[in-house]
Structure formats: C-alpha cells, structure tokens
C-alpha cells in the first residue's frame, strides 16, 4: 500500500483525500502548504503517527514519490524546513517523533532543534 492509500483510509474512509499528496504537511514552499494552518497541520501530522505506521516511513514515501516516481528531487528537500516548523509548533508527542528520526533525514535541522 502506497502513502496515498494509507491517507486516503486515514482521513476519508478510502475515498481520496484532499491533501494526499502530504504537500500541504511537508512542503512549505508549496502552493498546498498555505490550504491549511498550522493547527491543521499540526493535527494531521498527529494522526498520522497515532496510526501507527512511523513517521520515518512517511518520509521516505513522500521523498521517492516526488524525487523518484515525478522526478522532481527538489521536493523533498523541503521536508527539514516543515519539521523544524512542527518542532517549533507541536506538542510533546510530535516533537519526540521529529528527534527520533534517522540521522540522514533529520542531521539537517537537529542543532537548530535542540
């Protein structure tokens, strides 16, 4: 099961999503990530690691859609500067699952974090 699929059964029933393509969670530099607040945000992001599925994997799904299957490698290297926000923004819970992230997807911003 792709990202979009897991979305999709999260937030809608199975239905497509609205944001399904996370752009409005991970991409600050995107026309989606203005669709939604913070709080909003904040609230997805929530859900996603309540279900249980790692927010690592979320990532990586996330990052080889874009640099991958639309070869569009500039995507993902938005992700660091949503989770330095949601860091910044977010309660304990969030915060833990953003330092317990690998190394090579969180090196980036893990200084200014702490």
């Given at each position: 099961m792709n990202y979009h699929s897991r979305l999709d059964k999260l937030f809608s029933k199975g239905e497509m999503w609205?944001?399904?393509t996370l752009r409005t969670i991970f991409d600050p530099f995107a026309s989606e990530w203005s669709r939604t607040t913070i709080e909003?945000?904040?609230k997805i992001l929530e859900k996603m690691i309540d279900s249980g599925y790692p927010l690592v994997n979320w990532i990586i799904e996330?990052?080889?859609f874009y640099a991958i299957d639309l070869n569009k490698p500039h995507?993902?290297?938005s992700v660091p500067d949503?989770?330095?926000v949601f860091y910044n923004r977010g309660n304990d819970k969030i915060k833990t699952e953003i330092l317990m992230l690998p190394d090579d997807i969180i090196l980036e911003i893990k200084d200014r974090l702490t």
């Open positions: 609205n944001h399904r909003e945000k904040l996330f990052n080889e995507v993902p290297l949503a989770l330095e």
